[in-house]
């Protein structure tokens, strides 16, 4: 599968955006981390602002710089949401207030609660009716929705977004389930080439194990391995350099997503 | 789209496990519905309970995935042949080009809230013994149906809430279509817990009798719990009756948990697999509905069907037997349309007393004999993911 890369959006500590990430991730700046900022999305409407969870706003704010870059209209766009916990802070509510004598769940908390809670506020935020999906593979799943992603710009031939992010659990999960960063990523990816193309991503899924790719700096694996979403980094590395680039994904199982990077020759 | 075939299919909700339970229940119109008496909770609301996992524990080299929805996942895994079929097929396409698409909401939450009330009470700390991936993460009930198949191909979960067993046909056709497998479990659990019992109920959406879809007097769900699993393959490949023709998928860009109040989704879904599909309306003869038996969500969806529909087509909502089953209702309605074309009748619904005169679209209470060629069903859930399937005789 053969897809064009036309917008990019990113969000992780010391990594507040595409434009200011794109340096430090190509090795041309140095990498200082730094918590990450969330606004919520001057997209929604006032009532729907104030329900917004970080992970809703993690997946708007990386999503919205995404479709900026590309110079399309989100709401033209079918998405792929994908991530490994969900808002892990409004389960935990949910969960605590059970354990609890009373059990009187909140009912914005149990909405905000569903896996797809980014799909469906985005959708109200851009009006889209396209379809979106929100997939998980627990450590793969950013993968898992690259894979999807593709699949769907390739099988509908237009142009997808792919939106990835995980927040950290607070401490009684974080101590069995420890994600160490809040991390968001998203890519347009469209079958066609367009002006706003910046580089083109062939997919191939194949066998093998512990081949995957890497961060060279130490701080930057550490934030790979620390987040799901951030398995992206090796890819958006390959993005940033602007030099030809293969990069491995592992997958569930033993597969391999296995990328060829190659940047557009400047026009 | 390119037809897939549904060469084999297995299902287990409160109707009973396997098919012949599932069939016999729906003609006789017995519905699985009784009082809430689920664990801890005390709630004024029915529910659809499948009995006997309490007693079934996942055991052996895969007992760390032990948790109600992986139990109740098995349970459906083993009806009918279904692993036996998989087994067939994993030896003649190999493991790792069959892939596994699931859908879940919740996995397996319910044992993560029962933890939650044995914190320890000094620390907070959780006691020893959770396991995180193999049941509490949503990608829980992929992973566990892959190595209990034995498959090794691309899989993941998909999670958009009611939606989701019923979208997982959409990803399958997607990789089946580029090659990146040759054959798919679709498919998924959802099984009960607190979090969604108190969860709709904080909602005001439980009904407190069994839920009564499409009537005067509804006044909303019924929560229940299920599993399904069809092994999905392409028709030139392999021998099966029935067959996917079309799915459409859509968003309703309105609200978290109510849906459009017109159903511009709903429809927009349904006319999106009429498309795929290559059909009019007037091509099916039945549509499984989504039909909660929420006030609101009945109303929409009839405003979609009549819409599109008219007032020709019969249909109605098979929720009053199996209660609603919310990740795994895609799924489940699914292998219902599947049963239904394939023995020819359509389900009664026996829980609506008074059909609501205020709605529009032909919902069919009594059940009826006859040969059906093609079937929708509807799936419509939170964030307003919407998912219409049609079924039909293998071509």
Redesign the interface.
């Known amino acids: 599968m053969r897809l064009h890369v036309e917008g990019i959006g990113l969000a992780g500590p010391g990594l507040p955006d595409w434009a200011a990430g794109a340096p430090v991730l190509a090795g041309r700046a140095a990498y200082e981390p730094a918590p990450v900022v969330l606004a919520p999305s001057a997209l929604l409407p006032p009532a729907e602002r104030r329900r917004m969870t970080e992970t809703v706003k993690l997946a708007l704010a990386v999503g919205s710089e995404a479709v900026a870059g590309a110079g399309r209209e989100a709401g033209d766009l079918p998405s792929v949401f994908a991530s490994s916990g969900g808002d892990g802070a409004t389960i935990t509510a949910i969960l605590d207030i059970l354990a609890s004598e009373q059990r009187e769940v909140s009912p914005t908390r149990f909405h905000n609660s569903v896996h797809n809670a980014p799909s469906g506020y985005w959708s109200i935020a851009t009006h889209s009716r396209e379809s979106s999906t929100s997939l998980c593979a627990h450590d793969f799943s950013f993968a898992a929705g690259l894979l999807e992603a593709a699949a769907l710009a390739v099988a509908e031939a237009r142009p997808v977004l792919l939106a990835a992010y995980d927040v950290p659990y607070p401490a009684v999960l974080h101590a069995v389930r420890p994600i160490h960063s809040t991390f968001g990523t998203a890519l347009v990816l469209s079958p066609e080439r367009s002006v706003a193309s910046l580089a083109t991503l062939t997919l191939s899924l194949e066998r093998g194990d512990g081949a995957e790719t890497r961060m060279a700096a130490p701080a930057l694996e550490d934030l790979r391995t620390g987040n799901p979403a951030a398995r992206a980094l090796p890819l958006l590395a390959a993005l940033a350099e602007g030099a030809a680039r293969d990069v491995a994904l592992p997958l569930m199982a033993g597969n391999l997503l296995k990328l060829a990077v190659v940047p557009m020759a400047p026009s | 789209m390119t037809p897939l075939l549904l060469s084999h299919f297995a299902l287990a909700s409160a109707l009973g496990a396997g098919r012949a339970r599932t069939v016999a229940a729906l003609r006789e119109g017995r519905s699985g519905l009784r009082p809430c008496g689920f664990e801890t909770v005390r709630l004024p609301t029915h529910i659809g309970m499948v009995d006997g996992l309490d007693a079934a524990p996942v055991t052996g080299a895969l007992s760390a995935y032990d948790c109600r929805n992986n139990r109740l996942a098995l349970l459906a895994l083993e009806q009918d042949g279904f692993l036996e079929a998989v087994a067939v097929a994993r030896r003649r396409y190999g493991a790792?080009r069959i892939g596994v698409f699931a859908g879940t909401?919740t996995a397996g939450?319910l044992e993560?809230?029962q933890l939650?009330?044995r914190?320890d009470p000094a620390t907070?700390?959780?006691p020893a013994g959770?396991h995180?991936?193999e049941t509490?993460?949503?990608?829980s009930v992929?992973?566990f149906v892959?190595q209990v198949s034995g498959?090794?191909?691309?899989?993941?979960?998909?999670?958009?809430?009611c939606a989701s067993t019923a979208?997982a046909f959409?990803?399958a056709?997607?990789?089946m279509?580029?090659g990146?497998c040759d054959a798919a479990i679709v498919g998924g659990a959802d099984s009960l817990c607190?979090?969604t019992l108190?969860?709709?109920?904080?909602?005001q959406l439980t009904a407190e009798g069994p839920c009564r879809p499409f009537d005067e007097a509804r006044s909303g769900i019924s929560i229940g719990e299920a599993a399904g699993f069809a092994l999905v393959e392409r028709a030139d490949r392999a021998e099966g009756g029935i067959a996917l023709l079309g799915i459409g998928?859509?968003?309703?860009?309105?609200?978290?948990?109510s849906p459009h109040p017109e159903g511009?989704?709903a429809r927009?879904a349904m006319e999106?697999a009429l498309a795929s599909a290559s059909l009019a309306p007037g091509d099916i003869d039945y549509i499984n509905l989504h039909g909660t038996a929420t006030r609101v969500g009945d109303a929409a969806e009839d405003q979609a069907i009549s819409g599109l529909f008219g007032d020709r087509t019969p249909c109605n909502s098979t929720k009053g037997q199996t209660g609603h089953t919310l990740g795994a209702s895609g799924i489940v309605e699914a292998i219902i349309a599947a049963l239904s074309l394939e023995q020819g009748f359509i389900p009664p619904s026996p829980m609506t007393m008074r059909l609501d005169p205020a709605l529009r679209s032909r919902y069919q209470v009594e059940g009826q004999v006859r040969p059906l060629n093609r079937v929708m069903s509807n799936s419509f859930?939170?964030?307003?993911?919407n998912c219409s399937l049609i079924l039909g005789h293998a071509p």
Not at chain 2, 249 to 257: F, G, I, N, P, V
Not at chain 2, 381 to 385: D, K, L, Q, R
């Open positions: 790792d909401s939450i993560t809230e939650f009330r914190r907070g700390e959780l959770f995180y991936r509490h993460n949503t990608y992929a992973d892959q498959l090794s191909g691309p899989a993941f979960v998909v999670s958009a809430a979208k959409g990803n056709a997607r990789m279509a580029l990146l607190l979090t108190y969860g709709f109920h904080s909602l998928e859509s968003s309703d860009a309105h609200h978290m948990s511009l989704g927009l999106k859930g939170f964030g307003g993911s």
